[in-house]
């Protein structure tokens, strides 16, 4: 029952009638619940008219008018009704709380503003039975994701308590497909392991995957810094999905850079330091520098961010040479022009740096200095290969005084080793040769002021 | 198939109770022995003496209580029942086991010893429980058949037990067995609940129905004979009774398919089995309405000078064109069209008739078939900041305006080709107003694209616009239509007559007329040029939700929340047809545009598509989720549309084909679906079975039956609700809060919906539910929705 008899005697008592006997008492009780639904049935039927799923006060109204009784004033309200809660002894009571206002105030406030005004749009919901994928059409990934609701519902039904790994939108297959994905990643097997890495650079309906993944990878670099396999499938599944001609890549890009960034200049990626995670390092420097310029365009400011990080950890005396290394493949993968402004004019002293190093008496700190000459040259190789046009130069004493004066003793020593040193020679110095011109035309326009 | 699972039927008086319930039947029994004898089984002399003694006891007090004082003395006398005061605690105390409650009143006791039947309180209760059980264990055929029975016979004891102030009776009865009942009647069965007292089953409308109006049902003849034969043998006159006042069975040959629910006379419809019969053996009409003489020449001409014209320009090739669908067009109308004797009066035509004929002419051959294999293009118009107030919307048949009614008592027009729309100004000259483009002279400045029309005082619930779009008919709370001219943005005429609001409005197709239907419980027929209806069209039980026009303005169909849709003569304003078969109240009909076929939805989230000849329904679609607002069906009427509360509309397969609806492939295919569903739903209730199983006390093994695995199509649904019920019942035995678990089962069991195999395509929105949807002439389907937030 809705009232009970005590309920019917207290609003007996209010309108003063003392003492009402137990059978009008019950009586009341199972009338006027009985009214109530007839009036709320009446009410449903505007809220149905009206075409709404929520009843309201004016329906009640309504339903009072239709049945010739007054309706109930003050109530009225566009805004919902909101109830609050009050506990008692007995029972919870829930009641619309009545506010006080302060009429002095209320005038002295400002007019609401008007309401707006109801308009239309239009839009095709279909062309010839298709649905357009527009703005105004709900996605189909919204689909999906009702699909989805159903067996996450019917798992609550038969009383298991399973919260499911991801809570909103993905789809059971989907969610298979993950953990089977992650599993054979960890696979010993290489032919599992890359049956997987392929999977992802091709599966087109992965989409919603991809912030698991990228998660994943995340994850996965930060709780397995020194252990290079676990890392490399890692750095191979940024790749793969990387790769996908059918993801969306874009919105990730700034969670993906940071593990890429880590893998690149991180001070130590594996258990024993004879281990092999250069080459770690020079695939990390590879993504990056095809990030940039997938998305260079659209985000401006990515390469040289990219370029700053790099360039701080390639200067930072303290860092140990393996980040340098990082930093040095980084900046070189990142194209000439960064070589060209911001690894050859710092090259000499850093190389005074790495000479010191070189006499250590350590074989593991020689080996990495050695990993950074080579670096170094490689990023004076890129330079040379893109100014091709030049005349190689002649390896004379003159040369390499001029190029000891760019890039120090030793590394000159190297180039004129190497047997594209003429190339690097020439390189080289005419990029030293515009500099000087061009700090030389500064230094002018400065005098002339 | 859970059988080792599945429990006793409910056994709802534990065994104290039991013996209570024996020891008071002999009581019964034995005191009134005087008219049933037979009944009584072996009891002491002694026992009837004493019993006698109480039975007098009894008459005495209800004597006294009524104030019948000579008749006291008299029975005193006869009786020898000196000193004999009982007050009505001694004689509750005299009957073992206080079944009637500490408020049932002597009467009620004298009313049950007058029954036929040696009544207690529980009587009805237990009659129903062994007629469940009986239709529980009869055959698989018959199941079916005899719970579609077992629905009003329930419905009128659970009101006959109110009636008699049981009411405490009556809520055990409700709650025990209305699971039986949920699938198919939720909606009843709600509103049952909420009877307490007599006087309420006295004036509540559904309960009125019910007591006043006999419930349709189909069985076969041994079905029904085997109904009657079980009843009679094991006395329970009550039911028997029941069956015979409030039933109206009528026996088929041959088998009753499962979905019987769909025909035309089970339920209850207000007529008895002739009248229904009579209604829809009516010979109806049709064909289209003729194209009038003058109208028709009058176009040839137009397109012969167009045509004949010396330059051959694309105007006149067009013209050309034109004449040769037009011919095609008098040619098929010639065929199946009405003599102009059987066609509504109208007025006559004025020029707009013409251009409004080669308009759709222009528009007939730019059409684009549509069908299954080829679906239509939809342009939304999709309303904001309505904040709910939108009450229905409407485009005008040359997507010219937009129209929509709102609750804050306003009709708002948008012209959908951004132009200002200008009324006139309230004051001006006529002196200098000689031609006609000295009218527009006069027109207001404004360069707005939208106007409101105020007049109604309370919310609009219909809008229509004319097939010229030069009027728009409203309709409000406040019980008036109202007639707007969209060439001075005026009010023109307020039709008062429905004494209620009225919730629907709609023209007729050729315009003049119009149709408003209103809660109170009428149709109404008027003309423009009169302020009061025409004609009544009074029948339905409930409130009328809708009305359209037939195509060829004879006949007017109408759905309303008795769940029923009725076609009328305009005419006679007699009603020519009943369809039942919905469960929810009918908001929405359409009629296809060849006037042969009428579809209709609403509550039930179900779309009955009906040939209209033979009153039979030819398609059942489910796969909404919400409930249904709009349909149209497109202009070959072999694809129709629907609008929805679910945020989405959908495509269906009109089956041309299947107008015989008893076809046996179709009936095949029906059943089919309906197993695939019922196998579903069976499943379900198993998992749900097992689960109240594991934790009931009252598991009996005993009630397998090992042949059921194998249960044949139509037994499947009965094992299935069998299996529902049993589930129920655990419940209750495991106290409220298992009950309630159950409750919000079934809530989310009735959410599911199978999608029909004629379902085609389904087009969500965000978050915009379809209030309207339409097909304009060239097979462009519009729809409206107001965007929610």
Known sequence: MIYSKGSIKNIADSVGIPKLKDGITTAMAQDVEYRLHEIISEATKFMKHSKRTKLTVSDINSALRVRNIEPIYGFETGRPVKFHKASTALEDIYYVEDEQIDLDALLEEPLPSVPLDVVYTAHWLAIEGVQPRIQQNPLPIDEEELVSKKPVKSQRQEGVETIPLVKHVLSRELQLYFECITESLQSPDPIVKSTALESISIDAGIHQLVTYFVQYIAVTVKNNLHSLEVLKTAMAVARAIRRNPNLFIEPYMHQLIPSLLTCLVSKRLCESPTEDHWSLRDGAAQQISEICQQFGQSYHTLQARIARTLLRAFLDPTKPLTTHYGAIVGLTKLGVSIIRVLVLPNTKAYMTLLDSEMEKDCEQLRDDARHCQNALLESLRALARDSSGLNPANLTSVEKSKLVEVVGESLANLVFKDKEGCEIVAAVLVVGRESRESRELKDGQRNSD | MSSGKRTEWPDDSGNADRSKQNASSQAANSSGSATASATGTAAGAASKQASQKKVEKIVLQYLKSKGYKDAEKALRENANLDGLETTLADLANAFPGNEVGSDASVPNWILFYNEAEQGNPDAYSQSYRELRRWIDSSLDVYKHELYAASYPIFAHSYMDLLARGLTEKAEEFMELYKGDHLVNHSKDISVFATLKTASHVEENELAKLFRENKYGVRMTRVGFELLLSFLQDHNHTLLMRTVNEHLNIRTVDGTVPVSSEAEADVGITGHTQNQLDDFNSQEIMLGSAPIDSFVREEVERTLQSEAGRRIKDAVSKEATGLLETFSKVKQENAANSLSARDIIPMPPPRGIEIEHQIANLKALRKRIALGPAALPSICMYTMHNTSNSMNCARVSDDLSLLAGGFSESYVKIWSLKREPLRGFQSNFHPAPINKEEDIETIREKTSSDHRKLIAHSGPVFGVDISFDSKYLISCSEDKTARLWSLDTFTNLVCYKGHNYPVWDVSFAPQGFYFATASHDRTARLWS??????????????????????????????????????????????????????????????????????????????????????????????????????????????????????????????????????????????????????????????????????????????????????????????????????????????????????????????????????????????????????????????????????
Not at chain 2, 627 to 654: H, K, M, N, P
């Open chain 2, 528 to 789: 423009c040029d009169h302020i009061y209806a025409l004609r009544i069209f009074a029948g339905h039980l409930s409130d009328v939700n809708c009305v359209r026009f037939h195509p060829n303005s004879k006949y007017v169909v109408t759905g309303s929340s008795d769940k029923s849709v009725r076609l009328w003569d305009v005419q006679r304003g007699s009603c020519v047809r009943v369809f039942t078969g919905h469960t929810g109240s009918v908001d929405t009909v359409a009629i296809s545009p060849d006037g042969r076929i009428m579809a209709s939805a609403g509550e039930d989230q179900t779309v009955n598509v009906w040939d209209l000849g033979s009153g039979r329904c030819m398609d059942t679609m489910t796969g909404h989720t919400g409930s249904i607002y709009s349909l149209a069906f497109s202009q070959e009427g072999t694809l129709l549309l629907s609008g929805s509360a679910d945020e989405t509309v959908r495509a269906w397969d009109v089956k041309r084909s299947s107008t015989a609806s008893d076809h046996p492939i179709i009936a095949q295919r029906r059943e089919e679906r309906q197993k695939r569903a019922e196998a579903e739903a069976e499943a379900e209730a198993e998992a749900e079975a097992a689960a109240g199983a594991s934790d009931a006390m009252d598991v009996d093994a005993k009630e397998d039956k090992p042949g059921e695995s194998s249960a044949t199509a139509a037994g499947s649904k009965a094992v299935s609700e069998k299996s529902k019920r049993s589930a129920g019942v655990n419940g209750i035995s495991n106290g409220i809060s298992e009950s309630k678990k159950r409750d919000a089962a079934g809530i989310w069991k009735s959410k599911r919906v199978v999608e029909s195999d004629s379902l085609l395509k389904t087009w969500r929105t965000k978050s915009t539910p379809v209030h309207s949807i339409m097909m304009t002439k060239r097979n462009l389907a519009v729809a409206i929705g107001p965007f929610i937030p």
